[in-house]
Every structure is written in C-alpha cells, then in structure tokens.
C-alpha cells in the first residue's frame, strides 16, 4: 500500500508539467508520499522511507526527463538498451533527492509526531535547491515550475524566486497531508491557514499582472526571431549547408523589412563555425550592415590562445558596422550532449564517448550591447539555472535572451518544459524574455510570465514582436535564493533537534 501511494506520487508530479499534464497536479502530488511516509512499521523506518521517495523520484524524473534516451539513441550512437539504462540512471540520480527528502521526512515524524509534516516545504526546497547546484546541478522541472502558468501564484517567483513557488506548492501538500492523518481540531488550522495564505498570493499576483506597469516602462524594441526549422540530421551535412545559410540570410531581411531592430539566430544555426569560415563570416558581417540591426547567433568557436585548443559553445553579437559586438561562452554544459560526467565510469557507453567532441565552460557573464544598451544570452539549457540570470540582470541585463536548438528532442516534453523554464525567468527577474529556437518553440515572454508571442514546433518561423528594455530589479533580483537558503538551515535545525528523538 505504502509503495503504491509513493508510486502514486510520482505519476502526479510527473503529469504536473508540460505536455501531457496539468498544473493542478502539483497542489496534491506529494500528499500520497507524505501519507506514506507518516505511517511507522516497527523496524528500519529510515531505510523505509529513503525506499519510498525513492520510487517517488524515479517515477516523476523517468515521466519528464524519458526523452534523454531518445537523443543517447538517435545522436549520441547508443544502442536503445544502452540509452535506456542511460536515461534511467540519470533519473535514479535525481531520485535521491525526493528519497533524502522522505527519509529526512521520516526521522522528523519519528521524532516529533505527524505535526512535522507541515515541515516538508523547508525539506523539499532543501533538496530540490541542492539537486539544481551539486556536481553542475540539474534544476530540470523544480515543482514550483509547474506553476508558471498560473499567473496569479507564478507572480510570487518576482520575490522568492522558483524555489519559493515550490515551498508553496509543497505548503498546500503538507497541510493536506497533515489533514488527513492528524485528527481534531488542528486539521481544519493547518487547512484554513493554507487557504488563507494561498488566496492572498493569488489576489496579490492577480493585481500585479493587471496593473502591468512593467510593460509600460523601459524603451520599447522589436526583436526578430528566426525559427529556421533545419533538421538535426541536415544541421552539419554540407550539401545542405547552402539552404541552410541562405534561409538565415533571407528571413533575416524579411524580418527587418517587418520592423525588427535586433535580430536573434538560433543556437549553432551557422552550418560553420563563425570565426573559421572567411566567405560565411563576411557574409553575416555584410548581413548586419546591409539591414542596420545587430544579430546575435550561436556558432561553435574555437580559442587558440593557450597550449592546448579549447572548443566552445558561443553567441556572438555582430552589430549595425558588421563588428564583433561581444562573445558570450556557454557556462553551463549539457552533460552527455557537451561533456560527458565520470566518463572513465562510463565504459559501457564508449560509442557517445568516443562520438562526442567535448566543449569547455565558459569562465564568465559576458554583456551583450544592443545599441547603448546591455543584453544577456543564456545558451540552451543554462536558461533553466536562476542564479545564472540573476547574475547577468545585476550586471546591467535589460533584456532576456536565450537562444537554443531542441531539435535533438523531437516532439517529446523537452520543447514544453524548456519554454516554460526560460518563462520563469521572465518573472523572476521582471524582464522580457526573447527565445529563439531552431525548430521551436520560439517567442517573446513579458515580465509577468505572459506568452506575448510563440511559434509553433516543426514549423519556419520569422516572429517580429516587441520588447522593452527594462532597469528595475524584483526581490529576487535582490536577495536571490534566500528562501533555499533559509529552508536549507531550517532543515539541518529540525534534523538536529527533533530529529534526534526519531526511532531507529
């Protein structure tokens, strides 16, 4: 029955995101694990409950993140055996996360009764915040995610970020939990204060969206948005290259025609790497001069400086004079699609070893300049790291971008969930965000999380929409994950005092 229940859990946080869920989900997801988790065997609850969250989080990560085996698969040259157990390896990885959470759970109820249920938001964030930052972190789908849709609970990340978003969701869990197992008169507190707490958020975030002073603000700009649509199989094929290039070339004057003042290519959407191909490097630069608008495109690059050639994935800003504006390096690396973690370990999965060419971190934030202001770029998956757009909006980001190819996922969850990862950053930092995607889905985000435009996956796009370039900061600009770090120490107190009375 336990095991049953956890299982359950995991169904229902994976159909919490994007595409095949809901976010309604969410606000329940949790309550089977922590049910189970309350209920004491006589013998080894620790190891118990660590099992359970364990099932959990297998079923909730394999539910959201089962495309990984497709690309291993497809791209990365492993046999489908090989890149499931790939895939369920990585999810077996993140599933110790919700399994250290229930088996924190369970010391605190074994040590202070079923009260320490209404505990669980602080655990919970501990965790998922320690999941998006050890060993490179992975901070794919975090619960509070599931709710940038919501629009009036999704303005909350403008103060607490996405971590705070979770404790909410996990809040509303907890008291549902306690209600069901406690008895008398605390039930209907623990319930009543929920509701009381999640009805403020929500009018307070629907005021906020209404008055929308922040698209008001700023200086208005209309960004290009070039959605190829370049197959992954025709990406580096040379007799596509030609099509490819001047699909670029000609979008980009169409969309300038149309009234676009900063065109964005997607990532590597040059089918040469810039800096190494003298006729299409001049030609780009030609391309900038001739419609007066900066472009900002992902190409590979190639640093030459030290002993040793270093590869990176990079932006690179040609402005209105056909001049290298700024070269932004991708800081945080796709493991196994740009580096492959523990690759020593790793023998049975030699062919993506022996296939991939691994990419170096870039060292820093890098400004973007847009005429006399200052733009950021997060390349693919570094857009889903708060921490990383907080610290290009404190260096003087006036405009969110993010460029990206999810051609390698298909028409899996990965396009969905991706978008609305880059929209949570919108919120959180009050900025208008620009997506360009190869294959999609591309768009402009306003600083409330409002979908102000979006393509479609699989289909040729040239989006023109405006923006504005904002200088205000949110909360969370300001204080940044404090809330995980107060749920953090909030945890290692509770473990400390009431978790030292817990049975073993």
């Keep these: 029955m336990d095991y049953g229940l956890a299982l359950l859990s995991g169904v229902l946080l994976a159909l919490s995101f994007p595409q095949y869920g809901h976010p309604a989900f969410a606000w329940i997801a949790l309550v089977p694990l922590l049910v189970a988790v309350s209920g004491w065997p006589s013998t080894r609850p620790s190891r118990r409950a660590f099992l359970l969250g364990l099932a959990t989080g297998v079923v909730y990560f394999v539910g959201t993140i089962y495309w990984t085996g497709t690309v291993l698969r497809q791209f990365g040259g492993l046999a489908a055996p090989l890149a499931i157990v790939a ?3 990585l999810a077996l990885y993140l599933a110790l996360y919700p399994a250290f959470t229930a088996l924190i759970m369970g010391r605190l109820v074994g040590g202070a ?3 320490a249920l209404l505990l669980a938001p602080a655990v919970w964030v501990a965790t998922e915040y320690l999941r998006g930052s050890l060993f490179g ?4 789908v975090p619960l509070g995610n599931s709710q940038v849709t919501v629009l009036p ?21 907890a008291a549902i939990a306690f209600a069901l197992v406690a008895s008398g008169r605390a039930r209907f507190v623990a319930l009543g204060s929920v509701a009381v707490v999640l009805a403020g958020a929500g009018v ?6 209404a008055d929308g002073a922040l698209t008001r603000e700023g200086t208005p700009i209309r960004v290009g948005l070039i959605q190829g649509n370049i197959a992954q199989s025709d990406k580096w094929n040379p007799r596509e290259a030609r099509r ?21 290519w997607p990532e590597s959407s040059t089918p040469f790497m810039f800096e190494e191909d003298e006729v299409g490097e001049q030609a780009v630069r030609d391309l900038a001069r001739e419609v007066g608008a900066p472009i900002l495109f992902g190409s590979d690059e190639i640093d030459r400086s030290g002993s040793v050639l270093r590869l990176f994935n990079a932006a690179f800003l040609v402005t209105p004079q056909g001049e290298t504006g700024a070269v932004y390096r991708k800081m945080h690396l796709v493991p196994f699609g740009e580096y492959i973690p523990f690759k020593n370990l790793l023998y049975f999965a030699s062919p993506l070893v022996e296939r991939l060419a691994e990419f170096s971190p870039g060292a820093s934030m890098v400004m973007l300049p847009v005429g006399p202001y200052q733009v950021n770029t997060a390349i693919c998956y570094e857009v889903v790291y708060p921490s990383l757009i907080r610290d290009a909006v404190l260096a003087g980001s006036q405009l969110l971008t993010t460029i990206t190819n999810d051609a390698w996922y298909g028409s899996s969850s990965a396009p969905y ?24 889905i591309s768009g402009v985000v306003d600083p409330y999380g409002r979908v102000v435009r979006k393509s479609a996956i699989f289909e040729q ?15 969370y600009a300001a204080i940044g994950d404090l809330v995980a770090y107060l749920a953090i120490a909030l945890t290692l107190v509770a473990v400390v005092t009431v978790g030292r009375g817990a049975r073993e």
């Design 87 to 89: 895939m369920l390896l």
């Design 113 to 115: 009764g079923r009260r």
């Design 137 to 140: 972190g992975f901070p794919w």
């Design 153 to 173: 609970v999704a303005q909350l990340a403008s103060l607490t970020g996405v971590y705070g978003l979770s404790a909410l969701v996990v809040v509303v869990n």
């Design 204 to 209: 307070w975030g629907t005021l906020r969206v």
């Design 244 to 264: 490819i290039f001047t699909t670029y070339l000609a979008m980009t004057r169409d969309a300038v025609r149309r009234g676009a003042e900063f065109v964005l």
């Design 417 to 440: 969930q991706h978008f609305e990862l880059a929209s949570m950053r919108a919120i959180e930092q009050g900025r208008y965000l620009a997506r360009a995607a190869n294959t999609g």
């Design 461 to 475: 796009a040239g989006l023109v929409e405006q923006a504005r370039l904002l200088t205000g900061r949110t909360v």
